[in-house]
């Protein structure tokens, strides 16, 4: 890779093209095992989830957000609407490379600018203790840790956090 990429150099779409799916589920399997150590089973999860996600789709209330650089995906975040005007944070990932450009943040912004035009009442996301980074984007926007439970679902033991946000007065 050449020198310190800049955020002006990635491009985000918010449409899903062929392969999107089965190269997010690829990287997050890969990203998170060399990573962090998380087995097959997060890759697996992660493939439920998308499958979940892509048979419910509605533009109108689901979006994709995929950061790309030279035709290559380099971030992936999505907003899943569940029922009461409630949306599901989910997927939320960038390639190394990428950490600590402003993608993350521009990524986060779309995401709850999206959240508002909707008009949802409130969001939460799932996430890791292990993901400090994350979380602190997500606490930037508001979000609050409501639960944590230990968990052995990908492989080794941690800790799951629920993160919440209510955006109703």
Not at 50 to 76: C, M, N, T
Not at 94 to 101: F, K, V
Not at 151 to 169: H, P
Request: charge should be positive.
């Amino acid at each position: 890779m050449r020198g310190k990429i800049t955020l002006d150099e990635v491009s985000i779409r918010t449409t899903l093209r062929p392969g999107d799916l089965g190269y997010i589920i690829h990287r997050h399997g890969k990203l998170y095992g060399d990573e962090y150590g998380y087995g097959v089973s997060f890759e697996s999860y992660v493939a439920g989830g998308l499958h979940e996600f892509y048979k419910g789709y509605d533009p109108s209330r689901d979006r994709v957000w995929i950061a790309e650089h030279d035709q290559r995906i380099v971030g992936f975040l999505l907003l899943m609407h569940r029922d009461n005007k409630v949306a599901q944070l989910r997927y939320f990932y960038l390639e190394a490379d990428y950490r600590g450009i402003g993608l993350g943040k521009k990524m986060m912004s779309l995401y709850m600018d999206f959240l508002r035009a909707c008009r949802y009442t409130a969001s939460y996301l799932w996430t890791t203790h292990e993901l400090s980074a994350a979380a602190s984007l997500y606490k930037r926007e508001g979000f609050k840790l409501t639960e944590e439970k230990e968990s052995t679902a990908f492989g080794k033991v941690l800790k799951e956090q629920r993160y919440d946000l209510v955006t109703a007065d």
